[in-house]
């Protein structure tokens, strides 16, 4: 391992004990690793594996949670990046979830926000990133009494009146537990 990784792979590990269940503290889980930042592909796969294999852990034993936002396919070259990404997102995001089998009281969750279709090049890109966000949402929201939604969608942000509407009726089920 380089130097860098190791004091990288370090900081994680402290953050990991820092938050529990009994600390009260909020867990901002840093963002994920991006391609552009490492020399080669490997270092970048090595890196966004520690992050994950980390923060599934901070997320899993942390009470207050706050997600890093989701990766935009406009932040990669290449789409199997931005699909491994997701992927990598969406099983943090749900590690929380699957730890838990009974709703917790003390656990505070920030949900960043809605992915946005003007955001993405592809109507398909968006519905992909849409789902996995309410996925991921909807679990936590099912698992924890304590969620902090983010803003609601706005008819101004939406191109098509369908997409908001979609998106708010989403909003509403999520929040209102109408699953």
């Known amino acids: 391992m380089t130097k860098n990784l190791t004091i990288t792979l370090i900081l994680l590990l402290t953050l990991l004990y820092m938050g529990n269940a009994h600390s009260g503290t909020i867990a901002y889980l840093t963002p994920m690793p991006m391609p552009t930042q490492y020399r080669n ?3 970048y796969q090595q890196a966004l594996k520690v992050w994950e294999n980390v923060y599934q852990k901070i997320v899993a034993r942390t009470s207050n ?3 890093p936002p989701m990766p935009m396919p406009t932040q ?6 931005y699909q491994q990404a997701l992927k ?3 099983r943090v995001g749900s590690s929380q979830s699957r730890g838990n089998s009974y ?3 003390a656990h505070l969750v920030r949900l960043p926000p809605m992915p946005m279709p003007t955001r993405y090049r592809k109507f398909e890109h968006y519905q ?3 789902q996995i966000w309410i996925n991921v949402s909807k679990n ?3 698992r924890n009494l304590n969620v902090q939604p983010p803003p609601m969608p706005m008819s101004t942000q939406y191109r098509k009146l ?4 979609n998106a708010l009726q989403a909003w509403q089920n999520i929040f209102a537990g109408n699953w």
Request: aromatic share 18%; hydrophobic share 45%; no cysteine.
């Open 41 to 43: 592909f490997d270092q």
């Open 140 to 142: 936590l929201v099912a």
């Open 162 to 165: 369908e997409h908001y509407q």
């Open 103 to 105: 709703p917790v009281e």
């Open 88 to 90: 990598v997102w969406e």
């Open 128 to 130: 992909q990133a849409l």
């Open 65 to 67: 949670v706050q997600l």
């Open 76 to 81: 990669y070259r290449n789409f199997d990046q």
